[in-house]
T-cell receptor, first 115, second 111 residues
């Protein structure tokens, strides 16, 4: 089936540094999402992105967070600067209206550890 | 803010048995419901969706939706060891893109 890829699978950084998480969505998908899952807790929505714009975001999507997908390349989540509470697994998802409908396909996640 | 709650937290069933997973939601505007399954080290994968009240059957899996009682369930018949995984209920309200996930049910099917 359709696959979403995420790079890297693990990232360890020092608090205050910048980090970029990369997502390679399903090729014909147009809607992109980031979710955050802290160990042992529910997966929580961060942001939805379409046509170069943030369509919807949650309270978890702090000012330090940004997303972009320049020219059809990776869909990225950038955190600058990072904080200890940003440690979590971040899942990227993508969808294409009409499939499902709006079924979101998830990647395997990037485990981010902020020291 | 929508609340989605799942029960039980964990469930052990024998191979060939029936597994029943439950999910309640709080927003009556909820329109779309999915069951996702997640194996260790992987991302969640959609198992099945249900959008109308009643039952929807796909092979060994049956989802049931009752919007009036704010309840959706998943029943797995003839459970197999390969069904062992973390199962999430996910709800999407009309006019919103975000999926609200429950906390999950860890299903273990014992051979």
């Amino acid at each position: 089936g359709p696959k979403v890829l995420q790079i890297p699978s693990h990232q360890i950084i020092d608090m205050g540094q910048m980090v970029t998480l990369n997502c390679d969505p399903v090729s014909n998908h147009l809607y992109f999402y980031w979710y955050k899952q802290i160990l042992g807790q529910q997966m929580e929505f961060l942001v939805n992105f379409y046509n170069g714009k943030v369509m919807e975001k949650s309270k978890l999507f702090k000012d330090q967070f940004s997303v972009e997908r320049p020219d059809g390349s990776y869909f990225t989540l950038k955190i600058q600067p990072t904080a200890l509470e940003d440690s979590a697994v971040y899942f990227c998802a993508s969808s294409f209206p009409g499939q499902g409908p709006y079924e979101q396909y998830f990647g395997p996640g990037t485990r981010l550890t902020v020291l | 803010q929508q609340k989605v709650q799942q029960s039980p937290e964990s469930l052990i069933v024998p191979e060939g048995g029936m597994a029943s997973l439950n999910c309640t939601f709080s927003d009556r505007n909820s329109q779309y419901f999915w069951w996702y399954r997640q194996h260790s080290g992987e991302g969640p994968k959609a198992l099945m969706s249900i959008f109308s009240n009643g039952d929807k059957k796909e092979g060994r899996f049956t989802a049931h939706l009752n919007k009036a009682s704010l309840h959706v369930s998943l029943h797995i018949k003839d459970s197999q060891p390969s069904d062992s995984a973390l199962y999430f209920c996910a709800v999407r309200a009309s006019g919103s893109w975000q999926l609200i996930f429950g906390s999950g049910t860890q299903l273990t099917v014992m051979p």
